[in-house]
């Protein structure tokens, strides 16, 4: 059993992703992951996805937890939780439709960096990274195309969050000058 | 002449990294894009990518400018610099023999987030887009591995970066709260 079966096994397993992908291929103009994919690839790709309905309340990634899968939500809301200092759940962000979570674990196998919940019944497709490494030896040119548009994500998400890593830590040390 | 050659025209170009790909392969321990490379797999993308030699000051990439590489420090030590509110270079870091340097321009195409500018001698092996490019088409597990390792080398970094700066938020929401 590929190891997000397990997790998430208190989900309604649906199967693999193929009579959904024209679904997924109308998600593309939402999904950053699928911005350049043709009706073909979607299919292609969905083959080695599986989907899972979750009803609300349902917690589909937990914060620290280890992960091998990421998703993309197919339809409903999803909540981005991450604890403070104290131990209470700050919402970072609610995301829909076209929206892929958990994209750094798949690959690192890190800890999740926050949770995630559905706050309304949602649709999701999984792929592990199991089925990355399938994709990337049985279709490479696919398995290209989707680690590209993660590199293309990650590095965008990683200027916004130094960018502004950056103007706090300038307005700490402005802060700092006016206060001598 | 492809795009790194004219924006790198003020360096010595020594030609393509096969001749020295040994040197490269010798860097695995301090590089994490290459840290799961073999021998062969280095003289491979060593043919796509091309060796630059700079002196003491000279700027490798600009800060704001675009840019369609990255490079990998062969020799030598190169200052990382992001200019401030006040327009005034701030040192981000130091790097040397090992560290790749510019793979968000060289993915997005976007302006260079920082300046990087030799401080000593400086060897350099430069990847293009137009080269991964024809890495992916034509060394296709050769391509995905590369894009694996820059989505894991961007992930790490985006944890690092989003725990900084939601570190900071929380110091920031205590101060306020104190502040009442």
Known sequence: MPGHRQSLAHLEHLGDATKF?????????????????SAAE????????????????IELIREGDGGDFMLM??????????RDRHNTPQLLAAVEAGRTLGEMSMIDGEARFAT???TEPALIAVLDRENLARIIV???LLGAKIL???VLMLSQRLRV?????????????????SAL
Chains 1, 2 share one sequence.
């Open 21 to 37: 992908a024209p679904q997924i291929h109308a998600l593309i103009p939402k999904c950053s992951l699928l911005e350049n994919f």
């Open 42 to 57: 979607v299919r292609l790709l969905a083959h080695f996805m599986d989907v899972y309905r979750a009803q609300p309340a």
């Open 73 to 82: 939500v197919l339809e409903g809301r999803i909540d981005v939780l991450k």
């Open 116 to 118: 995630c919940v559905a």
């Open 138 to 140: 049985e279709q490479p």
């Open 148 to 150: 590209m548009e993660l």
């Open 161 to 177: 969050t130094s960018q502004k890593l950056l103007g706090l830590l300038d307005e700490q040390a402005k802060k700092a000058v």
